[in-house]
Structure formats: structure tokens, C-alpha cells
């Protein structure tokens, strides 16, 4: 009767989550809408065809989730072996950077080009988090910091590069000239969604089969559980947190990379409006599930995608966009500090 009772705790958690998180969003707005003395109705429409109201919307909501998928099970795989990597956002940049000079400078058909940019884009993101990793498990600092103050880092080089070696053509704009067409993403259908969202869902399935179903996996999980208890049983902790680095910020430079030979084409200053950030709520709503992932980034696109919509269509302030978004991640962050369990 008892176990009984906690599964059906989960499941309605399971559905009552995202309505809770859509009615905070819906309520955020109306808000917003009043304070503004915008017509309200308007701006709900405005959110409901930025979303899955057109042809366009859907297409938006696709183009936001991507990255936000792999941000999200790139913070989930570390996190599950107790490191704690904020700095996805950092290494997104890095693999946008590194993808962006290898689309400016080879000359490589497309069926070699793509794959070429994902590996450089995957050790370039890879390296740069790999960087805290040997520094905490060398000196014992504290991942967290290192990885939070590198984000910064990779933005400003991102800056640097933009402004300077990388400089496009086109004067008084912070972006690079575009990448080789042969660089460019497939898009699906005649449409702006690239295949991407694919490649994005088959990393989060890979990374789930990773962590439960093979050798590797299980040691990474045992130490994340307790790494004592791994080191007694023979388990190599240096290569494994490594190993999880690696991989863990290979996956968010992948995003980076998509980012760039699937929508942009081009390196732009600021191209990620925080998806880094983000991926660490929807990595942390599913429990740091994998497979959990891939629903809560859809949700958090279609935020993004909505919101976004509402300041073109309905004239809310950009400023207040945001604002919005930063509500709903706060609220999001509250609810799981309360330890709901989603999945």
C-alpha cells in the first residue's frame, strides 16, 4: 500500500510539474501585460503564435530547445558524478568559436566538413572544462568557481576574437563574416530546423545509455554516490572525473557549434542569451535524468520562444522579456529546492 502510494506521488508530479510551471508563466505575463497597460489577450496570443500557433513558432521552439538540450545533459552527466560544472555557458562559446575559424578557414566538402566541426567543436568545449577538472582533483579547487569565472573568459575571448582576428567584412556590426556553405547544418523539410534537434535528442538518449548501461558509466556513477567507497574499490577517481569533463563540456561545445552552422552561419557577440545557465535548472528538474531532460528543455524553449514572440508581436519591452524569463527560472529553482521529484 505504501509503494503504492509514492508512485503515485511521482506520477502526478510528473503532470502537475509543467502545468505549474506554464501557469507561472501565463500568470508572469498577465502581470507584466497590466503594469505595462498592454492588452492582454493580445500579448497571450502573441505567446500562443510564437509557440505552436504558426508554422513559424514551431519552428522557434525547435531552434530554442537545441541547445538547450545539450546545455542541459551536459550539467546532468557531471552533476550525476558529484562535479559541479556551471560553466556550460563557457564552453558553448568555445565550441561556437573553435567551429566558427574552422567554417572560415578549411575547405572541406560538406559530408567531411560537419563531422570535422563537431569533433573540434566537442575537444574544444571538452579541453576548456577539462581545465577544472585537473585542477580540482590535482589541487583540490573548488570546480565551481573555476568553472563559473571561465565562462567569462571564453565570453570576452569570444569578443576579442569577433572584434579582432575574426572581424567580418561589414563594418560597425560584433559579428564574423559567414562560415563555408559546405559548413552549414541540413535543414529538415525546407524549413529553418536543422538537423540539429536530432543530433541534440540522439546525445541525450547516448548519454543515458552511457551512465546506466555500461562499465564506464557505472564507476562514474558509484563515484559520484561516494568516492571513497570507489577509490576502495579500485576505481581509477582522476580518470573518471576527467573522463566526465570531457565529455560533459564536449557536449555543451557541441551546442555552441550547432548554434552556429545551424542558425546563425555566422559567429555573433553574445550569442547565447544564457542557454549555459539554463541547462543547469533543466538539467536539475528531472533529477539529473537524461532522458528527463529532453521534455524540460522542450519546455523551457517554448518559454524562451514564447516570450521572445510577445516583445514582437505585442510590443513588451525586451528588458521585460527577460525580466519574465528570470522570474519563471527563479520560480522553477524555488520549487525544486523543495525537493519535488519530477522524474
Not at 92 to 116: C, E, H, K, M, R
Not at 315 to 327: E, F, S
Request: charged share 10%; with cysteine; hydrophobic share 55%.
Amino acid at each position: 500500500m505504501q509503494v503504492a502510494k509514492v508512485k503515485l506521488d511521482v506520477k502526478l508530479s510528473r503532470i502537475t510539474f509543467p502545468i505549474l510551471i506554464v501557469a507561472i508563466v501565463f500568470a508572469v505575463l498577465i502581470l507584466a501585460s497590466l503594469a505595462l497597460n498592454k492588452d492582454v489577450i493580445e500579448v497571450l496570443q502573441s505567446f500562443y503564435r510564437g509557440t505552436f500557433g504558426t508554422k513559424h513558432g514551431i519552428t522557434a521552439v525547435m531552434l530554442r530547445t537545441t541547445p538547450l538540450l545539450l546545455t542541459g545533459v551536459a550539467v546532468a552527466l557531471a552533476f550525476r558524478a558529484r562535479i559541479i560544472n556551471i560553466g556550460a555557458e563557457g564552453q558553448l562559446y568555445i565550441g561556437a568559436l573553435i567551429s566558427t575559424w574552422a567554417g572560415l578557414n578549411l575547405d572541406l566538402p560538406q559530408p567531411l566538413f560537419v563531422p570535422i566541426l563537431f569533433i573540434l567543436s566537442f575537444l574544444g568545449g571538452g579541453a576548456w572544462a577539462s581545465v577544472a577538472a585537473f585542477l580540482k582533483v590535482k589541487f583540490g579547487t573548488n570546480e565551481f568557481l573555476v568553472t563559473f569565472m571561465m565562462n567569462f573568459v571564453a565570453i570576452f575571448l569570444t569578443s576579442w576574437a569577433i572584434l579582432g582576428p575574426l572581424k567580418g567584412s561589414v563594418l560597425g556590426l560584433a559579428q564574423t563574416d559567414n562560415i563555408s556553405q559546405d559548413a552549414i547544418l541540413p535543414v529538415i523539410d525546407d524549413t529553418r530546423i536543422h538537423v540539429g534537434i536530432v543530433i541534440s535528442i540522439l546525445v541525450c538518449i547516448g548519454v543515458y545509455y552511457f551512465l546506466n548501461k555500461t562499465k564506464k558509466g557505472f564507476e562514474i556513477r558509484t563515484v559520484g554516490s561516494n568516492t571513497t567507497a570507489a577509490r576502495t574499490a579500485g576505481i581509477n577517481t582522476f580518470r573518471s572525473i576527467m573522463i566526465v569533463m570531457l565529455i560533459s563540456g564536449g557536449i555543451a561545445g557541441i551546442a555552441g557549434m550547432i548554434e552556429v552552422t545551424g542558425i546563425h552561419h555566422r559567429l555573433l557577440d553574445g550569442i547565447s542569451p544564457g542557454y549555459g545557465y539554463t541547462g543547469i535548472v533543466i538539467a536539475l528538474i528531472p533529477n539529473l535524468n537524461p532522458l528527463g531532460v529532453i521534455p524540460t528543455a522542450f519546455l523551457f524553449g517554448t518559454i524562451y520562444a514564447g516570450t521572445e514572440s510577445v516583445h514582437r508581436i505585442a510590443g513588451l519591452p525586451i528588458g521585460m522579456v527577460y525580466a519574465i524569463q528570470g522570474i519563471v527560472l527563479l520560480a522553477v529553482i524555488s520549487l525544486r529546492s523543495r525537493r519535488i521529484r519530477v522524474w
